[in-house]
């Protein structure tokens, strides 16, 4: 009932359609019960009455009836296969809007292939069910009320006869239902398990192969593909179980009336006519039966996948802009963590952060891997709201930003980086798509791309793979890092950014930096002192405090991580510190 609200909700906008589709299936369902009528008819009128003149009439509008009857159906069936693609239109947009509101902390515990498949096989099931079985019920339920009404109107004895055995069909659908149900949401959790195994092979394939476990995950794959066909014919077996008795009690109906029609046509009380009549109608009677299991089927597997659709629809977004949130208007791009702390869950992530940086300003954070860097910088756009304490932006708490504006004041080239699979063009113009190609070319020479992004055979216009297929590590940097310098944001968050660039060409990155970060605030989360040695303020974090600050001189002096870090990579600090040009 709950799934049936719920999809009322979207089938509501085009109640008139459905209206007239509807009773166009009243139309198709009266017109049904007319041929058997009429065949009665002949029997009695035309074969024994002799009244040959009826004949070519009873006929025409036979054939006239069959003629209406498939006109109408189709058109009904339009209207219903209209309806559908729109509804699923507007739930696919509606979907498709809440992922890209949904915040990290949800794709951080929902599988991708889960996802997928609430956008293909349940949207499907949705489909099918507004598309088809809404007025198949429909088209049933009324072939036979206009069934039972006639018989009841040619022979109440007969007919009452007849209707015996429905309760105990309706009995053995109601069990089939609920046996069957629960069948349902397993197949489907079943093949949103199917899906995230395929889904993380194809995306990780490379690893797959460079660990040679192509075996391992065909049968990790056949588990899954061996518990999707299980959960299939775990739901088949119910349904052979139940079925054929439908099919039986069905035939049993015929038997009934053959047996009880020919006794009452012996002793005189139903004419010959009559008994094709009932003949004909037991069709109507025995056919909504039979698809009673097909359909309660199908409004079993709609529940199933109309509940998760739902489930994603309803998902509230932890980090969202409160309702009373106020345009800031100009961005100047001051940052201020105050006593922040931070956990994704039991464990504290970040303890205490306290700093500030003003625009124009570079900090830089250096420290060993897990120490928190990332996600420092994580709740600076808010993609997590800190767990105590305050992060502000020009003297205003993250949180009552406009999430949007908060984000467009800002660029940050993450740890992973991400192209998309377009022209090398559209992905540095991605957050900018009406630049001229002066402007991304402009960008591209400061991040240092332009030189290889223009040898290769067609520039700009090269289309990369998906994720970058086809470029170097540094290459995809490159360009991730002209994205960011093209949005001229007023923060500038570059997360291990040239970690994969050799030293000469990050040098000359930060040369060019320099020129462009003179208004904006800066963060450089790197491992390589050359990378943060020139930042105004650089922080030491580990295990997700500060344990150092300070410019890199005063940190040398300090003699404590950041000064080991530097003898690790410089060799023997005296004797480097001599040859001022290392650093
Ligand atoms: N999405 C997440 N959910 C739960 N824990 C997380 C998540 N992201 C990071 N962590 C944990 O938080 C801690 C800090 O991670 P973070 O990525 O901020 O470190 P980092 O200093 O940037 O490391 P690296 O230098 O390796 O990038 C780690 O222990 C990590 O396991």
Not at 9 to 17: D, N, Q, V
Not at 60 to 75: D, E, K, N, P, V
Not at 369 to 383: C, D, E, I, M, P
Not at 396 to 418: H, P, S, T, Y
Request: with cysteine; charged share 20%; glycine share 6%.
């Amino acid at each position: 009932m709950h799934s049936l609200r719920w999809i009322w909700g979207f089938l509501h906008t085009y109640r008139a359609r459905i209206a007239i589709g509807l009773f166009c299936a009243v139309i198709v369902s009266a017109l049904n019960v007319l041929n058997p009528y009429l065949a009665g008819r002949m029997v009695d009128d035309v074969m024994y009455g002799k009244q040959m003149n009826l004949l070519w009439p009873i006929l025409g509008i036979m054939i006239a009836g069959t003629f209406l009857r498939t006109i109408i159906r189709y058109t009904y069936q339009m209207i219903f296969e209209n309806v559908s693609q729109n509804v699923i239109y507007n739930i696919r947009e509606q979907l498709y809007d809440r992922l890209h509101r949904l915040d990290f902390s949800f794709y951080d515990r929902t599988k991708t292939g889960d996802i997928m498949a609430r956008m293909t096989g349940d949207m499907e099931a949705v489909r099918h069910f507004t598309a088809w079985t809404i007025y198949m019920i429909f088209e049933n339920a009324t072939i036979m009320l206009f069934a039972i009404g006639f018989m009841f109107y040619i022979h109440p004895p007969l007919a009452l006869t007849l209707l015996i055995v429905t309760p105990i069909i309706g009995f053995f659908a109601f069990r089939l239902t609920k046996d069957v149900r629960p069948t349902f949401t397993e197949i489907r959790n079943q093949f949103a398990k199917l899906n995230s195994v395929v889904q993380e092979n194809i995306s990780g394939n490379r690893v797959v192969k460079a660990f040679a476990k192509e075996d391992y995950e065909i049968a990790k794959f056949s588990i899954a593909n061996e518990g999707f066909k299980e959960k299939n014919l775990k739901s088949s077996k119910i349904w052979e179980k139940y079925l054929p008795i439908l099919d039986s009690l069905a035939g049993v109906l015929t038997v009934l009336m053959i047996f009880a029609g020919g006794v009452m046509v012996i002793n005189g009380s139903l004419t010959f006519g009559e008994l094709v009549m009932f003949n004909s109608f037991i069709w109507a009677l025995s056919n909504p039966m039979k698809m009673a299991g097909w359909l309660l089927n199908d409004v079993q597997r709609f529940i199933a996948s109309a509940e998760k659709v739902e489930d994603l629809l309803k998902t509230v977004p932890k980090i969202a802009s409160h309702d009373n949130v106020v345009p800031i208007g100009e961005y100047k791009g001051i940052v201020e963590f105050d006593k922040v702390s931070f956990s994704y869950g039991e464990e504290p992530v970040l303890k205490d952060i306290s700093f500030k940086v003003k625009p124009g300003q570079t900090l830089a954070i250096i420290g060993p891997t897990g120490a928190g860097k990332s996600t420092l910088v994580n709740l600076l756009s808010r993609f997590y709201d800190t767990t105590s304490g305050e992060v502000r932006i020009d003297g205003r708490n993250v949180k009552d930003w406009e999430l949007q504006e908060l984000r467009k004041g800002m660029a940050m080239v993450m740890q992973d980086i991400f192209l998309f699979s377009d022209t090398i063009e559209g992905n540095i113009a991605y957050g900018n798509p009406h630049t001229s190609i002066d402007s991304i070319k402009f960008a591209a020479k400061m991040a240092d791309a332009h030189d290889f992004i223009s040898d290769l055979p067609e520039g700009y216009e090269t289309i990369v793979g998906e994720r970058g297929v086809g470029l170097s590590g540094g290459q995809r940097q490159r360009i991730a890092l002209a994205r960011a310098i093209l949005k001229d944001p007023s923060i500038l968050i570059l997360d291990d950014t040239t970690s994969s660039l050799d030293m000469e060409t990050e040098n000359r990155i930060q040369k060019t930096l320099k020129s462009i970060q003179k208004n904006k605030t800066s963060f450089i989360i790197a491992h390589r002192i050359s990378s943060v040695k020139d930042a105004d303020q650089i922080l030491v974090m580990n295990n997700g405090a500060i344990i150092e600050r300070g410019t890199h001189e005063d940190l040398l002096r300090k003699k404590g991580y950041y000064f080991n870090v530097y003898k690790n990579q410089y060799g023997n600090f005296e004797e480097k510190h001599r040859d001022e040009d290392v650093i």
